[in-house]
């Protein structure tokens, strides 16, 4: 979502989920047959199934008993008879939960249509058709669970130990417990503006006339995470933080200065508390105030936008970040472009942010280029081409360039408007790539205020993106309850519920005793159901060495599209070799002086087949079985 003023397990480090269970066969259930059907308006057509189709003057009622309460899988097939703009929806129970997104939709044809949705033990009505329209068949059967193979280890290389063990931590509790999160938009903070930097707690003296109390200035004094707790007597496990103001036009101003500094020490207060900050970027590029892309077409094709226009034209920017690459196709920089230079200086504007975090020893969720191919950003009104390019530029100066290694990487994937706005847009098209992303997540605001754990969309990013990964809801007005979670095995890593301040009111879409009993629910993880960084070890073993600093003897060892990825407990000297299964060693990737953190190796060049990885560190072994595909 754009801001509120729119409107103005261990073993080792790898966790696999499995939970795994039998699917019968689909049951089909023809139109033809069922009760009620007028004789005349079956029609016969040897393309259909049973030869038969039922021709409809508006929809079609089949109802279905199930056994079990569960997700099932829908899919039925529908001959468009009469207009091409006709979408023929799938209902269940009365409630939406599919259509027809084919385009073009064209007379006289027959489409698939597919949904997925939540039926009850007993009987349930399942509703297809949305006019005119012929309806041959439904088939249902139940959604198998999914199963998970994630590994701990952060995508950045060379990753901190916080990072580290903020990656174990959500690796550790996803698919078992739900993180609590909330946005803050406005901010308490003192500032003085005579020298331009901010007063931290306990700094103001009689001559600041300091607006706010120490209290007040504090993350657990903010006034969104105050009315977080007001009405669920927790405070949120995760707070979420913009860089709004870090560049753009006034970045540098007082007000809007103290703001992204504010941000740096709430999510310090915050992380030395057992918390995890989170930060979005709603980015403004170098002197532009406006991050929103409005009018038919969007973005910089917007008749307001005429060539050479950098800055905004109305409420809509006009920035075109494709002109930082050489061509249409964006592979390749165009270092010598204004629109590159524009973008570099801005990422590194906020990674000498990031970075006073990382000298703190702060880890942070980093969700850059959100809501991908929505389109009312500027970096969502190209392609998807072009985004993942833009996405990996920004994934490469942070953490190649400026040396940030104290990240983990947020994609967001979001419904693409050229096919519609329910789950079944999701648009994976855009996913930069499994080394670029840490977590999948989504937003998701649920105008029926129900509640409901939208595990269309949760399946949706299994089916489209995978099982490697962390599947979060990075933005959200009512919370998914905790009983619908477990009950449709949608467990999202963590939600966010968007602010409350800046006109945003979404505290308000969750009911006081349905704050109280999620937030007391031990499947929901407050800020007082943290460790505390100090204590969590990741289910890792732990020795003793001389100087009384602690470390771990697990390694951890993955491949990825032949990209060994190996991380490295402590430094010192060693060696990592790769062997194959008779125990001939194929070739050594590193050896002598180690350091600590992630490493990766390139074995494009090895043939494919299965192979043991064997590292040697400070006299502690580790052997792995790996298959290069």
């Not at 193979?149 to 996803?174: I, W």
């Not at 607006?211 to 004094?221: E, S």
């Not at 669920?232 to 979420?240: F, T, W």
Request: aromatic share 12%.
């Amino acid at each position: 979502m754009g801001l509120n003023f729119k409107k103005m397990f261990t073993a080792g480090a790898f966790a696999a989920l499995a939970a795994t269970s039998a699917t019968a066969a689909p049951t089909v259930y023809e139109a033809e047959v069922q009760a009620g059907v007028n004789a005349a308006s079956v029609k016969e057509d040897a393309e259909y199934s049973g030869g038969k189709y039922v021709s409809v003057s508006m929809a079609m009622d089949f109802k279905v008993t199930v056994e079990e309460t569960a997700v099932y899988d829908i899919t039925t097939r529908v001959l468009i008879k009469q207009y091409d703009w006709t979408t023929s929806k799938i209902q269940v129970n009365g409630t939406d939960v599919g259509s027809m997104l084919t385009t073009p939709r064209n007379c006289d044809s027959s489409f698939v249509v597919t949904a997925s949705a939540k039926m009850r033990v007993g009987e349930n009505t399942i509703t297809v058709g949305n006019g005119a329209i012929g309806v041959d068949y439904i088939s249902v059967e139940k959604h198998p669970d999914p199963v998970f193979n994630l590994n701990a280890m952060p995508v950045t290389p060379n990753a901190s130990q916080n990072a580290y063990k903020l990656k174990a931590y959500l690796t550790e509790n996803f698919g078992k417990k739900t993180i609590s999160g909330m946005m803050i938009s406005d901010q308490n903070f003192n500032y003085d503006y005579g020298n331009m930097k901010i007063i931290p707690p306990g700094g103001c003296t009689p001559e600041d006339s300091c607006k706010y109390t120490d209290d007040q200035v504090t993350w657990k004094g903010q006034t969104d995470i105050a009315e977080f707790y007001k009405r669920s007597g927790h405070y949120p496990a995760i707070g979420g933080f913009d860089m709004l103001f870090a560049a753009g036009g006034h970045s540098e101003d007082g007000w809007f200065k103290g703001y992204s500094e504010n941000n740096l020490l709430m999510a310090e207060n915050l992380w030395n508390m057992g918390g995890i900050p989170t930060f979005t970027w709603h980015w403004k590029v170098g002197e532009d105030t406006v991050f929103y892309t409005q009018g038919s077409p969007a973005g910089f094709n917007n008749s307001g936008c005429n060539e050479g226009v950098m800055g905004t034209s109305g409420n809509n920017t006009c920035f075109n970040y494709t002109k930082a690459f050489k061509d249409a196709s964006c592979k390749e920089i165009n270092t010598a472009s204004q629109e590159y230079q524009d973008i570099i200086n801005d990422i590194d504007k906020v990674s000498a942010l990031f970075k006073q975090l990382q000298e703190k020893d702060v880890a942070v969720i980093w969700r850059p280029l959100h809501e991908a191919s929505g389109g009312w950003f500027w970096w969502g009104v190209a392609s998807g081409d072009c985004y993942k390019q833009l996405y990996r530029l920004v994934f490469d100066r942070m953490v190649n360039v400026n040396k940030l290694n104290n990240l983990l990487w947020v994609w967001n994937i979001n419904t693409d408007p050229k096919f519609g706005y329910d789950y079944s847009a999701l648009n994976a098209a855009w996913y930069p790539g499994d080394e670029y992303v840490d977590i999948v997540a989504v937003d998701i605001y649920d105008q029926l205020l129900n509640h409901n754990s939208a595990v269309n969309y949760y399946n949706k990013i299994v089916s489209d993106v995978g099982t490697d990964k962390i599947i979060a809801l990075s933005e959200n007005g009512a919370i998914p309850d905790i009983d619908s979670i477990a009950e449709d095995k949608a467990y999202w890593s963590y939600w966010m519920t968007w602010s409350q301040t800046w006109s945003g009111n979404f505290l308000d879409k969750t009911p006081t005793d349905m704050w109280v009993r999620n937030l007391d629910d031990e499947r929901i993880i407050a800020l007082d159901d943290m460790p505390g960084w100090d204590n969590f070890t990741a289910g890792i073993s732990k020795r003793k060495i001389a100087n009384g600093t602690s470390i771990t003897n697990t390694f951890d060892i993955a491949v990825i599209n032949k990209t060994l990825s190996l991380h490295l407990p402590q430094s010192g000297r060693g060696s990592v070799a790769l062997f194959d299964m008779q125990g001939h060693q194929i070739v050594t990737l590193v050896s002598g002086n180690l350091t600590a953190g992630t490493k990766r190796f390139d074995l494009q060049s090895i043939a494919s087949g299965s192979y043991l990885v064997r590292v040697n560190i400070n006299g502690m072994n580790k052997m792995k079985r790996v298959t290069l595909k």
